[in-house]
């Protein structure tokens, strides 16, 4: 029998698998033997889950588990205040783990039996600062994504119109001058105005998080390497750090591209192989990183520039731009695991080099 599941089975615990909606949450507690001990429903609003796990935690350490979905972080902040110890599922494994007829009690009840026996597929549980610092850079992230979603509205007005802007940058000083000055028809001018208007007011934002962000960073070690990369300046290296998290929770960089988006799907039958689109349920901000990134690397390392170059030819823009982005996150899992710079090299290399300095 697994030692863990021997030891747990000796020692007095109970398990709570916590199905948590928006408004409710549903709950199965397990004692160590599998038997069921306690199953109902808690509104969120009446906050009286964890007062209840914590009479429980009396009697026997309580370890709950919660999926990571939208949402833990309330619960999981309830949980550590009560000192009862948590873990959080994989909501995906957990899935093609236990598939059939889902309903609250039986969700609720496979996560403490997975738990019980040593087979949940855990997810990362970053610490509380941790937490805190990831909301403040995510919401400086979406600032700039409704900035860069007003540039786009900007550019297709001007095209509507069958007008050049002469400037690159369509929201600096000039431009925006320029913009003003236009005589757009109804109802292009009014909207205009009010994406000068908006944009200015989410540029002040920007600013005032971006402080806020560099006040808060500690000095982070992995972004003070990943800012060797060019084209990854403070802000993104952050980003990318503190997303990432514990480097060794991934077992290599196949899984780190899978946690950014960037391995393709892969159906097989026989002797025929298809590689599908890249996984849609991943971490976006990693990817969106990696995706800034792109142009400047391409720019600075030579052998970057020949491999995006010769796969552009083959393969489009779209592709070679995640090629490049799948062999970033390549480089930066052996620059974490390593604690080591990216190098930018002179002469051409095998396409699968990791691109780190030794």
């Not at 030891?7 to 069921?36: F, N, R, S, W």
């Not at 007062?51 to 999926?67: D, G, K, Y």
């Amino acid at each position: 029998m697994n030692q863990i599941i021997l030891q747990k089975l000796q020692e007095p615990k109970l398990y709570a698998g916590i199905d948590l909606h928006k408004k409710y949450a549903y709950i199965t507690i397990m004692d160590q033997l599998g038997y069921v001990t306690h199953q109902g429903r808690f509104e969120n609003s009446e906050k009286k889950l964890v007062p209840f796990l914590t009479e429980r935690n009396t009697a026997a350490p309580v370890e709950a588990i919660i999926e990571s979905t939208y949402g833990w972080y309330w619960l999981g902040e309830e949980l550590e205040s009560a000192k009862i110890a948590y873990v959080l599922a994989h909501p995906k494994k957990v899935h093609d783990l236990a598939k059939g007829r889902k309903t609250d009690k039986k969700d609720s009840q496979i996560l403490a039996d997975l738990y019980r026996t040593n087979l949940l597929p855990e997810a990362y549980i970053p610490t509380p600062e941790e937490r805190n610092f990831r909301e403040l850079l995510r919401f400086r992230f979406s600032l700039v994504q409704q900035k860069t979603g007003m540039q786009r509205r900007l550019r297709d007005i001007l095209a509507k119109q069958n007008i050049e802007c002469k400037y690159k940058d369509i929201l600096g000083k000039q431009a925006k001058e320029w913009l003003r000055e236009q005589p757009f028809r109804f109802p292009y001018k009014e909207e205009v105005g009010t994406i000068l208007n908006l944009c200015e007011y989410l540029e002040k934002d920007i600013a005032v998080y971006t402080k806020k962000v560099t006040e808060q960073s500690t000095g982070n070690p992995a972004s003070k390497l990943l800012e060797s990369i060019p084209g990854i300046g403070e802000l993104l290296a952050l980003l990318l750090a503190v997303e990432i998290g514990d480097i060794k929770r991934f077992p290599n960089d196949r899984a780190l591209a899978s946690y950014a988006g960037l391995v393709p799907g892969v159906s097989s039958s026989g002797d025929k192989t298809h590689l599908g689109e890249t996984s849609q349920k991943s971490n976006p901000y990693i990817r969106w990183a990696l995706a800034e990134a792109v142009s400047h690397v391409v720019k600075k390392d030579p052998v970057y520039k020949a491999f995006y170059d010769k796969l552009e030819g083959k393969k489009g823009k779209s592709k070679a731009r995640v090629a490049i982005m799948h062999k970033l996150i390549r480089a930066i899992f052996f620059m974490l695991t390593k604690k080591v710079k990216f190098k930018i090299q002179q002469l051409p290399m095998d396409s699968s080099d990791s691109r780190i300095q030794t």
